[in-house]
């Protein structure tokens, strides 16, 4: 379709992610919580996304360093987290993806995981971007609440001048006001103009930072209509953090997307993926 710019394509272990692949699904819930439930999640995560024709990656962070209040749960820290997503590995068979908030848990994460993430609030940090470049992993750079679209070329080629050309951004809204985030659709065609590939965090972008008295509030009724919007606008691939009962996760509880509403969602993502690059829409099982 005129107008959708191809990206440069990124290998997830047998995962490509642009490059006019298919639209590509991050999910997982928000923190490991216990290596049972995190592998249950995965597996589910692997089978829906299956039986929707869509190439998936499981993501979960091993810990939350930036929570609202320092009495909320971290996670399990770094070598019990990756112990849990090597065993998610093993079982599920799905390329996993962790954050990394210091440079000296680049190595050791990269051991495991298949992608590397840079929090959002650390995307200018040279040294951790640096860092996570030249374990040779994908590099995911989450865009700055407080960055224009287009300064994120910056983030990126910190990664590609470190020697690593696997590196894609992803969008997680822009601080506005005060609790609150928004999305500038604009964003998604001016990030993936530099060629780099555009992940939307939809569920990220639902939330209202530190606007729950201690702890992150969040808007999960809008997460179909505006993942709609970022597939629409031609993204390379949708993160969305996903738990069998959300209002039990232990972490961002009120802006994940149940379980139970991430097939049909993805359905309709596949729809609408396939119609804004005229091609046929993958049919899975």
Do not use: W
């Not at 439930?37 to 810990?63: M, N, Q, T, Y």
């Amino acid at each position: 379709m005129a107008g959708v710019i191809e990206t440069r394509p990124v290998a997830i272990g047998p995962v490509g992610l642009g490059g006019g692949q298919p639209l590509v699904l991050i999910a997982g819930p928000c923190v490991i919580e216990s290596e049972a439930h995190a592998v249950e999640i995965a597996l589910a995560v692997r089978d829906i996304a299956a039986r929707c024709g869509v190439p998936c990656v499981f993501k979960a962070s091993f810990d939350k360093a930036n929570r609202t209040s320092g009495a909320s749960f971290r996670g399990p820290g770094l070598d019990a987290g990756l112990q849990t997503l090597a065993e998610v590995k093993a079982r599920a068979g799905v390329p996993v993806l962790t954050d990394i908030h210091e440079p000296g848990q680049a190595a050791r994460a990269a051991e495991v995981a298949d992608v590397l993430q840079i929090p959002a609030f650390l995307c200018r940090q040279t040294d951790l971007l640096v860092a996570a470049a030249r374990t040779g992993r994908a590099v995911n750079v989450k865009k700055g609440q407080f960055l224009a679209p287009d300064d994120m070329r910056h983030a990126a080629d910190k990664v590609v001048q470190a020697g690593n050309p696997r590196v894609f951004i992803t969008e997680r809204g822009t601080s506005f006001g005060y609790h609150n985030l928004v999305v500038d659709m604009r964003a998604f065609p001016i990030m993936r103009g530099s060629g780099t590939p555009v992940v939307f965090d939809v569920t990220h972008s639902l939330q209202l930072p530190g606007g729950g008295d201690g702890v992150t509030a969040g808007q999960a009724e809008f997460i179909e209509p505006l993942a709609s919007a970022g597939v629409a606008a031609g993204v390379d691939g949708v993160f969305l953090e996903v738990h069998e009962a959300p209002e039990r996760a232990r972490s961002d509880a009120q802006n994940a997307l149940r379980l139970d509403r991430l097939e049909p969602l993805l359905r309709r993502l596949v729809r609408l993926d396939a119609a804004v690059r005229e091609r046929p829409a993958a049919t899975g099982r």
